[in-house]
């Protein structure tokens, strides 16, 4: 699959180790590394596995996340353009093969 990231600041935080480590911790910082690569190996996000996939619900409808550790998270959502969805206006998320970072660390702070 294809990343996308939705800041330059998410950008730095996937790419570069150091701050990686420093913001995220060691453990948490390689499992970002290899959700990644998960995610760059996936032809689509249904092929997942690692992480705990799952769609987000509320506020973040449209979103999708996998575990790293402690409570944080990697959220994406679809790059596609146009965005595949079912009849019912839902993500079909095994059509979607581009994806954007939107935001690392636990969202229910």
């Not at 913001?23 to 996000?45: E, W």
């Not at 690692?50 to 973040?60: A, E, M, Y």
Request: hydrophobic content about 35%.
């Amino acid at each position: 699959m294809d990343i996308e990231f939705s800041s330059p600041d998410i950008q730095d935080l996937s790419e570069q180790q150091r701050i990686m480590t420093k913001q995220l911790g060691d453990i948490c910082g390689r499992k970002l590394r290899t959700r990644l690569a998960d995610l760059r190996a996936s032809a689509s996000v249904a092929e997942l596995s690692s992480g705990r996939p799952h769609p987000l619900k509320g506020d973040r409808t449209g979103q999708f996340a996998l575990d790293l550790h402690g409570g944080k998270r990697l959220v994406f959502e679809s790059a596609n353009n146009p965005v595949p969805t079912h009849e019912d206006g839902s993500i079909a998320w095994n059509h979607v093969t581009k994806v954007r970072i939107v935001f690392i660390g636990d969202y229910h702070d």
